[in-house]
């Protein structure tokens, strides 16, 4: 973890010999080791570009890999804010490790900027104006889906989801917006990776739709077997089971697939090109919507810089509220909440060459914002 | 509700016992004869399915693939018995449980450092994908089919071996007592070194095997590890019989667990908590079994009388 942390510094700070001081100092806690790490790693990657392209001095960032454990985040954070003096946290990935650190992080006089994690709670009833989310509130993009869902004139939806919060967040949003019918709704064990059981259901009950919500190797292997299985209904998801980093894992049983995101390599506007050629250029590898991420929080971080010292907080504040900077999802601004405003896409899966990939065909909702702001009061 | 729902459920509950047997045969002849706690065999598995993906990905040969992942999780299990299981048989059970617990660990990174953090793709290959038609109108897929059908001839296998062959009266006499069979001149270390080698090649086969139809990824046995360890138990320590026995029943279990409970649930609660509290109950149902069976046999169906 230390060589890790120096190459970070390194990589951030090119001339740390020479300020002796750095006068911002961002502790990133994100998911690099263990079955979530390709998540972790993007938004790493995807901030520290920007960080680097950006190249000014008096900005250190240190890193630190959470394990995806609760109890380890909240430890790394506690020596962020108290040993190490950082004035942001960000990173972090899962919504349980968020809740565990941004409210004690932002009521000691931290600002904690969210890379991915949207937990309705800190959206609503828990928002703090320290706290900004420059991804999405975990309801969103499922919101989009039941939206296309209805569009597309599905009737009979069969739903599923891992039981845990996330999870039913993410039934929830779709339920919000989907006008039809539920042939079934199933919440699966968190982590399975079998879901023959599940398929059969499927089979059985006559939906006209599959709506699913399974990140990572869930998704890979319910798509896989899905494929295998026979069952030939459209299927709908979020963008989280069809990102850059597991498509290839998924192979052709993605292929047409729709799902929804509020960012795909595709969209068409300046900063998105260069950072998508830049990306490439510098990993070797297409950027998923979790380097988008990170990519946009560190230049929402520099946009706000430009304009105030970190130690003003209010106008700090201000000048990240403001959100001025090019983001690669083209139209971007913060509601009262400090959640995003934005347009949220319906992307198909498609084969460019050899490699698989999203494109957009539709925009699901324009200028979306979640349904908690309500009970937010700051 | 139908019964083609049912009949489809029952292959897939023998479908995860065989595969679930892959894997517990392994840890319960390696703790059977030479009473190891291998934490670290999920991390076999992973080496199987590792194996088999990158040589999917040079060859394109699935059946080359499967060999691949029988050499690399044997040569991995060898090369981890001779230089760290090894120094353990003398130890009592929490330095084992800690150092294969640190094998997890360096297994796990070092695969992330050779093939990165990202799932690598493995398919099932052409003339296994796709559906069957069973008699009774039951579409099941044919891949699922191969891996019951698998996983009764390694078992077919493994009761030859054990019941039949000289390595296989060996292996039974290590288990009733390794003092005595290293007095009678069996090279016991050899005879360790080729019994956790084979259960390290059984669960690359598992590896392999699954990972075509699930996700290729770093940390992807330990969760197989947990069941593995519940159908040894179940079994009782060191029995194949039991192994298979405790395979299939909890492979059954967890299947129709998971299908049925929410439904039965949905009779007296509303759709949505019936399907949150039954999939709670469900999860917990195979250590109900477990403890359920621990009560009436404390040493499994099978086990002796430790």
């Given amino acids: ?378 | 509700m139908t019964y083609i729902l049912v009949l489809e459920q029952i292959l897939n509950g023998l479908q995860l016992g065989m595969m679930l047997f892959l894997m517990a045969a392994g840890l319960t002849l390696v703790f059977g004869v030479m009473g190891l706690i291998n934490l670290a065999h999920g991390s076999l598995y992973m080496v199987g399915a590792f194996a088999a993906a990158a040589v999917a990905g040079w060859t394109g040969s699935f059946l080359l693939a499967l060999t691949a992942s029988l050499a690399a999780a044997a040569a991995a299990g060898a090369l981890m018995e001779l230089v760290v299981i090894r120094r353990l048989y003398r130890r009592d059970h929490l330095d084992q449980v800690l150092a294969t617990f640190a094998l997890i660990l360096i297994f796990s990174e070092g695969t992330r450092w050779l093939f990165g953090s990202f799932p690598l793709f493995l398919d099932v290959p052409s003339y296994l994908s796709g559906p069957v038609s069973l008699p009774g109108g039951i579409q099941y897929p044919l891949y699922r089919l191969t891996i019951i059908l698998i996983g009764l001839a390694v078992a077919a296998g493994l009761f030859l071996l054990i019941a039949r062959t000289r390595i296989g009266i060996q292996i039974r006499a290590g288990e009733a007592d390794r003092e005595m069979i290293a007095a009678l001149g069996v090279d016991i270390s050899k005879l360790y070194t080729v019994v956790f080698a084979l259960g390290a090649a059984l669960a690359g086969l598992a590896g392999a095997l699954v990972g075509a139809i699930q996700s290729v990824q770093v940390g992807m046995g330990e969760p197989v590890l947990i069941l593995a360890f519940v159908v040894i138990v179940i079994g009782g320590i060191g029995s194949i019989k039991g192994a298979l026995a405790g395979a299939l029943l909890v492979g059954m279990t967890d299947t129709l667990g998971s299908v049925f409970l929410p439904q039965l649930f949905a009779v007296f609660m509303d759709p949505a908590s019936a399907a949150s509290a039954g999939a709670s109950l469900a999860s917990m149902l195979i250590y109900i079994l477990m403890a359920a069976i621990l009560l009436v046999r404390p040493s499994g169906l099978y086990g002796g009388s430790a």
């Avoid at chain 1, 240190?62 to 430890?75: N, T, Y």
């Fill in chain 1, 1 to 378: 973890m230390k060589t890790l942390r120096m190459l970070a510094m390194a990589a951030a700070v090119p001339a740390l010999a020479v300020a002796a001081q750095a006068d911002t100092k961002i502790g990133m806690i994100t998911t690099l080791s263990g079955g979530g790490a390709g998540l972790g790693v993007d938004v790493r990657d995807g901030f520290m570009l920007a960080i680097e392209q950006d190249g000014r001095e008096g900005v250190e960032v240190v890193i630190e890999d959470d394990q995806r454990k609760p109890d380890v985040a909240v430890q790394i954070a506690d020596r962020m804010i108290q040993s190490e003096k950082v004035n942001i946290l960000t990173g972090i990935i899962w919504s349980n490790l968020a809740m565990a650190v941004v409210p004690a992080a932002t009521a000691q006089n931290v600002f904690y900027l969210s890379p991915n994690a949207g937990p309705s709670a800190l959206a609503g009833k828990r928002c703090h104006p320290n706290y900004f989310n420059v991804a999405w509130q975990n309801d969103n993009l499922h919101e989009a889906a039941g939206a296309y869902a209805n569009e597309a004139g599905l009737k009979n939806s069969f739903i599923l989801a891992p039981n845990y919060p996330a999870g039913q967040d993410a039934l929830t949003g779709y339920k919000r917006m989907y006008g039809g019918e539920l042939a079934g709704e199933i919440y699966t064990k968190l982590g399975q990776t079998d879901y023959a059981a599940e398929i059969a259901q499927i089979r059985a009950s006559g939906a006209d739709s599959v709506y699913f919500f399974l990140p990572g190797g869930m998704g890979i292997s319910f798509l896989k077997q899905y494929a295998g299985s026979g069952v030939d209904l459209p299927v709908v998801g979020p963008a989280f089971s069809f990102d850059q980093g597991i498509l290839q894992a998924v192979g052709d049983a993605a292929l047409g697939v729709k799902n929804t995101s509020q960012w795909n390599k595709d969209i068409d506007n300046e900063a998105n090109a260069e950072f998508v050629a830049s990306f490439q250029a510098k990993y070797g590898r297409l950027p998923s919507l979790y380097a988008s991420q990170g990519f946009d929080t560190a230049n929402l971080i520099l946009s706000a810089l430009d304009k105030a010292e970190v130690s003003d907080q209010d106008s700090f504040r201000a000048a990240l509220k403001a959100a001025e900077f090019a983001s690669v999802r083209g139209d971007f601004k913060f509601g009262d909440n400090h959640h995003p405003i934005q347009d949220i896409y319906v992307r198909e899966v498609i084969k460019d060459g050899d490699v698989f990939t999203n494109k957009i065909i539709a925009t699901g909702l324009s200028d979306h914002a979640d349904a908690y702001a309500g009970e937010c009061k700051m």
